[in-house]
């Protein structure tokens, strides 16, 4: 079992940025590929960012790219987000996923290829 616990979202004007951080306990960190997702009011849950187990891959929803970096200490057992020039339609909640993964340096972008789940931290950007 994983437990993860996001934290660093708030209300941001547009251009703004936050980092949003995700902590990690139970498992050896190092074997889990990581990523965020987000879910807007009235909107599915959608992917934004993933990295690898090693921290040797990452990918990213097109409209974030150049905006949003991944990143994670593995010896902090946290992943981060890093979130620049962001938009009104960035808001939503945010949350992190983790899954076990034989292969390093894999990433994925399905929700459902993630088996534990953060609780989400609100991301507000206002115009």
């Known amino acids: 079992q994983v437990q993860l616990v996001e934290s660093g979202g708030g209300l941001v004007q547009a251009g703004g940025s936050l980092r949003l951080s995700c902590a990690a306990s139970?498992?050896?960190?190092?074997?889990?590929?990581m990523g965020w997702f987000r879910q807007a009011p009235g909107k599915e849950r959608e992917f934004v960012a993933a990295i690898s187990a090693n921290a040797s891959s990452t990918y990213y929803k097109d409209s974030v790219k150049g905006r949003f970096a991944i990143s994670r200490d593995n010896a902090k057992n946290t992943v981060y987000l890093q979130m620049n020039s962001l938009k009104p339609e960035d808001t939503a909640v945010y949350f992190c996923?983790?899954?076990?993964?034989?292969?390093?340096?894999?990433?994925?972008?399905?929700?459902?290829?993630?088996?534990?789940w953060g609780q989400g931290t609100q991301v507000t950007v206002s115009s």
């Open positions: 139970g498992r050896p960190f190092s074997s889990y590929a």
């Open positions: 996923a983790a899954r076990y993964t034989a292969y390093s340096g894999s990433v994925y972008s399905m929700s459902g290829s993630y088996a534990y």
